[in-house]
């Protein structure tokens, strides 16, 4: 007999753990490190008066919020108990820099080529404002200011300003954002109706997940309604993309062909599974279609979306791989930052651009490291021998891609590294109560 669905206490989760972003919009990320414990707690008393809470859904400043995560570094900073620490999820206490060889930043991506203080102990508390433009997300920061101005033992050590579209799409050209869970008790729809939505334990700690547990942090005044959040910076070489597919296409068609058998996706959004020949763009402006749709029936072995694309990577959905599907979803919120490279330029400008991707969810290990090093960097669990990713995977230069087709499959080039790791960070998302208690901490 199935357990009662447990009721979200949504007015304790932050509202950036489960709210889609607008369309467009702008963002900030600012990292602060905590000198003075006292400082420190205070600003997380502060902060806890100016983070919106999931059950504002409808909220006075429109679609206009702040988010606090705080790093294991940060939580040691604030005085929290070792006794406490160790509770949480080993991953993250190690921390993103320590995990890099399971997730394949290595080479260029590795650590020490990382923007300081990325992946270093000087990272404690990660602020994100997010805003429909520029001039609603200086107002937000401006509001969010008082929680840790004249603060002398906090200081802000990096920011990250990004931003989202009209057209949704990121620097590589596609449309962004496509594909959400839905949760359970949350209120808010999934993109793919095709998917039954997942238990909130997946997302928020103190709740029953997809296996029937329930991992929470002590004490549980910390842990329950908080999340984990993964933070990377991700440089994009947008000219050797482009230079990539100009090299490996026969003409114009055939180099929008082959870059949606790499994506899994027309540029537009509309996927391949619901329209194999030809771009839709009213299909992939549509948020109630180009998500709804399955491989296992219509596509097991990948004719029309090869197994080993991006999009089939990140959620293989219904079709036959190692591994439960549904123990390895996240929400995945993405901005682009740096200015776009005009159209049609094959070399680089100089100029750092790419994306700041966050990855939300409960379970580090089996949702975000998995499909990192799994999904991502290998491709044992479709059946194939090593390749990776063709669009974020770790590459060297030694390995191409295969399109499935019928007689002969085509083998693309080998693909240089398009995306470069430039840092980032595993953090904890606390409960609004949880922020007050980080707040009240006494030595």
């Known amino acids: 007999m199935n357990e009662p669905r447990a009721a979200l206490e949504l007015d304790d989760i932050q509202r950036g753990v489960l709210s889609p972003r607008p369309t467009p919009y702008a963002a900030s990320y600012l990292v602060f490190r905590i000198d003075d414990r006292t400082h420190g707690r205070e600003l997380m008393r502060r902060a806890s008066a100016t983070v919106t809470s999931a059950a504002d859904s409808v909220s006075p ?10 790093t294991r570094h940060g939580l040691e900073a604030l005085g929290v108990p070792r006794s406490s620490l160790e509770t949480f999820a080993w991953e993250f206490r190690q921390g993103m820099a320590a995990r890099a060889g399971a997730l394949g930043d290595d080479g260029e991506s590795s650590p020490e080529h990382w923007e300081v ?3 270093t102990p000087d990272v404690h508390v990660v602020l994100t404002a997010v805003a429909p433009d520029p001039e609603q997300l200086e107002a937000a920061l401006d509001r969010a200011r008082f929680a840790y101005d004249r603060l002398a033992g906090v ?3 990096w920011r990250q300003d990004c931003y989202a579209l009209p057209t949704e799409t990121e620097h590589f050209g596609y449309r962004d954002g496509v594909s959400h869970p839905a949760i359970e008790g949350s209120g808010i729809a999934g993109s793919n109706r095709s998917e039954a939505p997942l238990k909130a334990g997946e997302f928020v700690l103190g709740y029953q997940d997809e296996i029937g547990g329930t991992r929470t942090p002590q004490p549980e005044a910390l842990g329950r309604n908080g999340s984990y959040a993964v933070f990377r910076k991700l440089h994009q070489d947008v000219a050797a993309f482009r230079r990539y597919l100009r090299r490996a296409a026969t003409g114009p068609e055939d180099e929008e062909l082959l870059a949606a058998k790499i994506m899994g996706r027309w540029r537009s959004g509309a996927p391949l599974a619901l329209s194999p020949q030809h771009d839709d763009p009213a299909l992939g402006a549509d948020p109630g279609r180009r998500n709804t749709f399955l491989y296992a029936r219509e596509d097991p072995v990948g004719f029309i979306t090869p197994g080993g694309c991006h999009i089939r990577r990140a959620n293989p959905r219904d079709a036959p791989v190692a591994g439960e599907v549904r123990l390895h979803r996240m929400i995945r919120r993405g ?5 776009p490279l005009p159209a049609d330029v094959l070399e680089d400008d100089g100029a750092d651009r790419g994306l700041m991707f966050a990855f939300i969810g409960a379970h580090l290990g089996r949702q975000f490291e998995f499909v990192q090093s799994q999904w991502m960097n290998d491709s044992v669990f479709f059946g194939s021998a090593g390749a990776k990713d063709p669009v974020v995977g770790s590459h060297d230069g030694s390995d191409g891609f295969t399109v499935p087709r019928r007689p002969v499959r085509r083998r693309l080039p080998p693909l240089p590294r398009f995306v470069v790791t430039r840092g980032g960070e595993y953090c904890f ?3 609004l109560r949880a922020l007050r208690w980080l707040g009240d901490l006494r030595d």
Do not use: K, N, Q, R
């Open 117 to 119: 203080p990325l992946g």
């Open 335 to 339: 901005a682009v930052y740096g200015p």
């Open 61 to 70: 400043l429109g679609e206009t919020w702040v988010s606090v995560a705080v």
């Open 155 to 157: 200081t802000e050590v």
């Open 429 to 431: 998302l606390p409960g």
